[in-house]
């Protein structure tokens, strides 16, 4: 079987943030925001969705249009990430999926979520923390909305060329605008 992205990163980028993405991994919100079976690994694909939100949040301004080298090079400077800055991620990452399980989807598992609309929504939540923690859970469904009829998450929109620059950018940028206080 050929082994995807993110099974070569876990393979060669071995410590402790990836260490940190396989436990996240087992977070029950996240696990139900993805619909995920006990036990199941998913071939850590859900692992890349986290690393996606990590990447995008930290250095959204430095992609160049290249999803798999951006992600590479965001794991391999981060490989040895000292304990706090592991904290600090863990703790950005609870207090992101949080919201979100709890506050737009009832502590339910989600509707289908496409990984575009997903790391949107991470990006766009996890960029307002402070804010979010102020809105009421009517609010963030609201909001949510919002994120999803917009033009950026049209079927057409995300039809093709969903990891060009400009589309990605322009996609995150409408999230953190759609979450901000």
């Known amino acids: 079987m050929k082994l995807n992205n993110q099974e ?8 402790s943030f990836n260490y940190l993405l396989k436990e996240l991994d087992q977070f029950p ?3 139900r925001l993805n619909k995920m079976r006990p036990g199941s690994t998913y071939r850590f694909t859900k692992q890349e969705i986290m690393l996606r939100f990590f990447s995008f949040l930290d250095n959204r301004h430095h992609y160049e249009g290249h999803l798999a080298k ?3 090079d965001y794991m391999h400077e981060h490989q040895d990430a000292p304990e706090s800055w592991i904290e600090e991620k863990r703790q950005l990452f609870l207090k992101t999926v949080g919201p979100i399980s709890e506050g737009i989807f009832d502590s339910k598992p989600p509707p289908k979520l496409s990984i575009t609309v997903l790391e ?21 469904r609201r909001r949510y909305r919002l ?6 998450f049209s079927e057409g ?15 995150l940028n409408t999230a953190i605008s759609i979450f901000s206080a």
């Open 29 to 31: 919100p996240w696990r």
């Open 157 to 171: 929109a995300l039809r093709e060329g969903l990891s060009k620059k400009l589309r990605v950018i322009e996609r």
């Open 147 to 152: 994120l999803t009829g917009h033009a950026e």
């Open 8 to 15: 070569i990163r876990n393979c060669i980028y071995g410590g």
């Open 70 to 72: 951006f992600l590479n």
């Open 120 to 140: 949107a929504l991470l990006v766009g939540v996890g960029a307002n923390i402070s804010a979010v923690y102020d809105f009421s859970a009517t609010e963030l």
